[in-house]
């Protein structure tokens, strides 16, 4: 049974940092490209981060571009999301998910497993 599991969420002030971590399990995660989304009350969910299962290309929405930084450690089947510079739109439900497959993609739908999701709230 494959499971992923967020943590590092929370409360914290605009221009904070959060680290989120995902962890994997029941999947053999290197062939696996990741993806953190995030949805927010009222709204659709949308990418946010993604990474191709060698973690050799990467994707960051224009919105957290210079802000987050998607990496993986395939050695610990687990992947993060730094998030700096944090602002109240940023306040979401984050959540991680992994398409079978090398590269990652921008659509939700292209995600075959997802985590309960974790929240962030940023104050201003």
């Known amino acids: 049974q494959v499971r992923l599991v967020e943590s590092g969420g929370g409360l914290v002030q605009a221009g904070g940092s959060l680290r989120l971590s995902c962890a994997a399990s029941?999947?053999?995660?290197?062939?696996?490209?990741m993806g953190w989304f995030r949805q927010a009350p009222g709204k659709e969910r949308e990418i946010v981060a993604a990474i191709s299962w060698g973690g050799g290309s990467t994707y960051h929405s224009d919105s957290v571009k210079g802000r987050f930084t998607i990496s993986r450690d395939n050695a610990k089947n687990s992947v993060y999301l730094q998030m700096n510079s944090l602002k109240p739109e940023d306040t979401a439900v984050y959540f991680c998910?992994?398409?079978?497959?090398?590269?990652?993609?921008?659509?939700?739908?292209?995600?075959?497993?997802w985590g309960q999701g974790t929240q962030v709230t940023v104050s201003s």
């Open positions: 029941g999947l053999t995660f290197i062939n696996y490209a």
């Open positions: 998910a992994a398409r079978s497959g090398s590269s990652y993609y921008t659509s939700s739908k292209s995600y075959d497993h």
